[in-house]
């Protein structure tokens, strides 16, 4: 079972790694990884820098500090995850990194997340809320939405028919397939299982406002975050499957 609560405010990380010590499936365009303290940059716990392993340097940032979350309260399955508080934590990637530049493409792109959602629905990952956004928004329900860039926001919905749990941990998969038949652009896994979604929505994303930042959070995700990864391209089935086995193997899922 994995263990969740309240902890000290500095722990060391496990010793073994039998999951591998990085995601099974290279070409990874974005790796946010809470286990990892040498990549989170923290002052008496709030974080203001979660850096991204991908090599790609999509590093997310907050200077304010009442907009922080916080690292070293959380653990799950004994690892380090990173707290929002539902209210005000947002943390952000640099504006030439928006969510435009993973996704629009031919063959869209794979997201997987993995955290504990405490209460509330909310923004786990997404765009710049702004009527001119560009990207994709998921709340806590299973209720997608994407934008295009030119309509405000949201722009559409899928409704995935998947219903995240509450104080567990969860991981979840995504694929955005931008030139795909419309009811199959947005599509979502729940641990493990099958992909599942019906877009309603008839424009591709576009080039408008792609610079808007990637945002977590938004200040209304209550709950962690433990890991984020991303790839251009939409993963074979296999892929997908060895991606779901790290997350759980190493999150205790």
């Not at 999951?19 to 070409?27: I, K, L, T």
């Not at 947005?186 to 591709?204: C, H, Q, Y």
């Amino acid at each position: 079972m994995p263990i969740l609560g309240t902890v000290a405010s500095s722990f060391t990380l496990p010793l073994s790694s039998p999951y591998g010590s990085n995601p099974p499936v290279a070409g990874y365009t974005l790796w946010l990884d809470g286990e990892d303290l040498s990549n989170i940059t923290q002052s008496g716990g709030s974080v203001s820098q979660w850096s991204d392993k991908s090599g790609n340097s999509r590093h997310f940032t907050q200077s304010t500090g009442a907009n922080q979350p916080t690292t070293g309260t959380r653990r799950l399955n004994n690892r380090n995850v990173i707290d929002f508080d539902g209210e005000n934590d947002v943390i952000f990637c640099p504006s030439s990194e928006g969510l435009f530049n993973y996704f629009h493409n031919a063959t869209g792109g794979t997201a997987f997340f993995v955290g504990v959602r405490d209460s509330g629905n909310g923004m786990m990952f997404g765009n710049s809320t702004t009527t001119s956004a560009v990207g994709v928004y998921t709340d806590l329900s299973g209720f997608m939405m994407i934008t295009n860039g030119t309509s405000g926001y949201p722009r559409a919905s899928s409704a995935t028919g998947i219903s995240i749990p509450t104080n567990t941990g969860f991981q979840t998969a995504y694929k955005f397939q931008t030139n795909a038949v419309v009811a199959d652009r947005v599509k979502a896994s729940l641990n493990g299982g099958s992909f599942v979604g019906t877009n309603s929505e008839n424009s591709f994303l576009n080039s408008d406002n792609a610079s808007n930042p990637m945002i977590l959070a938004n200040g209304s995700y209550n709950g962690a975050i433990a890991e984020i990864i991303f790839y251009s391209g939409i993963l074979s089935a296999g892929n997908i499957t060895s991606t779901v086995n790290y997350l759980t193997a190493k999150w205790g899922l």
